[in-house]
């Protein structure tokens, strides 16, 4: 299908989808197998070994591009693989200048596994445009955003960031996961790659880990040699999952916002809880900026508890709807405690996140159930 023109939700369940046409199958057919038969020596009718490509998941790379506006999209075994890819196209001495809040395993990978390479990485407080540019140098390739960040919830200036990398002729990486395209467009406001772990909001259900990058023809090509030469791909099946959570994105991240807004506001006037982070309350420092770049606030939210990492620990234990467990994104509701879960490998760093903070992935459940359960591990936690 041609996408042009045609709104977001159409295209989730159009592009790259079209009726297969030996049977008239309305949903992409699952590929299950690892190479095609060849006409002749050296030629092949577009595929020929499922490690270079296979028809479900150029069907989900034709739909993912045309949902973030670019050119094309490579998408991977999971989200750190395609981090891996973009951090492979840098060579010994290229510089990253990279947030001061991104999910842990980015910063381990670059910081533990790409530094042995020769790749420097600077951490910056990307909310500060001053600071970006001062630490802005010839080596520097790429600038390195996440928004709403993983897990304070920043919102960064998409297009400021994206004319000070631009002006020292590096490219802006948007991780674009938190937001989905369906809430934030960051190739409309100037970001060269749009990074995403599809294990979260755009699979949906839980079921599945993958990665994506959308961005331009050229940089794409590059990213699916890297990815050929070393063997980062998603079976078909995987590609299939998130190819149908893709279909219902839109429903699903108005019921994520809709939930996540009402718990924000409800935990804001909590006598247990000391900070909420959330864009879409009028009193977060991000609320203006989200509300000019994104169309909603998201289903994620961050809070602080009375009684330090202890009283944190014990509300992420005792609810019984939001299971405690690592990711985002599914249509059931998750908590997780970020400096001993998700973000363990950037405690002693400039990245450590408070010991009492809370994340919440709120799911699409009944509002009322949700608070109640909430309610409930707060007061339970309450130190007798």
């Known amino acids: 299908m041609n996408d042009a023109g045609h709104g977001f939700s159409t295209k989730a369940i159009h592009v790259g989808q079209d009726p297969e046409p030996r049977t008239g199958a309305v949903v992409v057919p699952i590929y299950q197998t690892s190479t095609f038969a060849q006409p002749r020596v050296g030629e092949h009718t577009g595929y020929e070994y499922a490690r270079t490509g296979n028809p479900t998941r150029t069907a989900l790379q034709e739909c993912l591009a045309a949902l973030e506006g670019t050119e094309a999209a490579v998408c991977f075994a999971s989200g750190l693989a395609a981090e ?105 406001l100037g970001a060269d790659l749009i990074v995403h772990s599809t294990t979260k909001y755009l699979g949906g259900h839980s079921d599945v880990v993958g990665g994506a990058v959308c961005t331009d023809a050229e940089t794409a090509e590059e990213l699916a040699f890297l990815q050929n030469a070393v063997g980062a791909v998603p079976g078909p099946f995987d590609a299939w999952l998130t190819l149908r959570g893709v279909k219902t ?72 709807l939001f299971f405690l467990a690592e990711s985002l994104g599914g249509v059931e509701s998750l908590i997780e405690h970020p400096g001993i879960m998700t973000h363990a490998s950037v405690a002693g760093t400039q990245l450590e996140v408070p010991a009492d903070l809370l994340r919440l992935s709120v799911g699409i459940e009944s509002v009322d159930d949700l608070l109640a359960d909430l309610d409930r591990a707060l007061d339970d936690a309450t130190p007798e």
């Open 84 to 188: 891996d890819a973009i951090f492979r196209t840098l060579a010994p001495g290229d510089h990253v200048v990279m947030a001061d809040d991104v999910y842990g395993g980015t910063w381990r990978q670059i910081a533990q596994v790409h530094t042995r390479w020769g790749i420097e990485v600077t951490a910056v407080d990307l909310g500060d445009l001053d600071a970006v540019a001062a630490a802005m140098s010839p080596a520097t390739k790429l600038v390195w955003a996440e928004t709403p960040s993983n897990p304070l919830l920043k919102i960064l200036d998409l297009a400021g960031l994206a004319a000070i990398a631009h002006e020292h002729g590096a490219r802006l990486v948007a991780d674009n996961t938190f937001a989905t395209p369906y809430l934030q467009q960051p190739t409309a």
């Open 249 to 320: 994105l839109g429903v699903r991240m108005d019921r994520h916002c809709d939930n996540a807004a009402t718990i924000a506001g409800w935990l804001a006037e909590h006598p247990r809880v000391t900070s909420v982070r959330y864009p879409g309350l009028a009193t977060d420092p991000g609320h203006e900026l989200a509300a000019r770049q994104m169309q909603r606030f998201g289903g994620m939210v961050s809070f602080q508890v009375d009684g330090g990492v202890d009283a944190a620990k014990a509300v992420a234990e005792g609810t019984r």
